[in-house]
């Protein structure tokens, strides 16, 4: 395949698989697949599983976090009680949760898919919130969308927003009305504004220590919700309409 035409096919199967990551009629594989399939060209579609399974292995292997995001996540959590929210599609956002072992470092998960409401909505956040048996002003956002993390945190009047801009350019023309309390270049610069070890939480971050009452089970203390509330169905026509807000192709 020539190079043109190869990226011709990556941009196609990119720009439809994240207008609708999983459809809940097909298992993930045969849906990922069947969008390869559409992106490559006549002589290569017989390929589109040996191509899916490389993709795959590729992009988990880029969406690891880095040893010391690990050790950064380990050591928040021996201090302070970990949330994490993502929008996106149910199968596809736990399908990452899990291949990547990312339930041990939080304490609760909620993806949009198994809820009636998406980030910035403030409701997604205050579940989180009752899950945890915490108060919203006690607690931060740490989030890399301006539209979706830092605004749903400022409409959940959570204690502050912590904004990690992608690119320099996002950092350079920041989106009015959407200004977080602050702007960090990676994740560690949380710890020079965090109480130290918990031991201060101030007006916001709710600490292990003044919420003893969430419990720890076997690999870790987590509690989901899993209820298919809005989960849609999306074939190849319709891919248009699918959630603009999933961050599955991030």
């Known amino acids: 395949m020539s190079r043109e035409a190869a990226l011709v096919s990556t941009s196609t199967f990119l720009r439809t698989f994240r207008r609708c990551p999983d459809n809940e009629e097909l298992p993930l594989e045969e849906w990922r697949c069947h969008l390869w399939s559409e992106a490559l060209p006549e002589p290569f579609k017989c390929l589109s599983s040996e191509v899916y399974r490389t993709w795959l292995q590729l992009r988990l292997r880029y969406m690891a976090p880095t040893a010391d995001n690990v050790k950064l996540l380990e050591s928040l959590r021996s201090n302070f009680i970990l949330a994490l929210i993502t929008n996106g599609p149910s199968a596809a956002q736990w399908e990452k949760v ?4 990312l ?31 915490v108060q ?6 740490i989030g890399d969308k301006l539209e979706t993390d830092i605004q749903g945190g400022k ?16 950092r350079a023309e920041p989106q009015v009305g959407l200004m977080p309390d602050f702007t960090i270049h990676n994740l560690s610069d949380i710890l020079a504004v965090l109480p130290c070890g918990g031991k201060t939480c101030g007006r916001f971050l709710a600490s292990r220590n ?31 309409n699918c959630n603009s807000n999933s961050s599955d192709g991030s």
């Open 136 to 141: 919203a002003h006690q607690c931060i956002m």
């Open 210 to 240: 003044r919420c003893s009452s969430i419990g720890t089970t076997g690999s870790g203390a987590m509690r989901r919700a899993r209820v298919p509330y809005n989960r849609r169905v999306a074939s190849l026509p319709d891919l248009d």
């Open 98 to 101: 899990n291949r990547l072992n």
């Open 155 to 170: 409409e959940a009047k959570l204690g502050a927003t912590f904004w990690l801009p992608l690119t320099s350019a996002e």
């Open 103 to 133: 339930a041990k470092y939080f304490d609760c998960i909620l993806v949009s898919g198994d809820l009636p409401w998406e980030k910035p909505d403030a409701r997604i956040y205050h579940a989180a919130c009752n899950l945890l048996s």
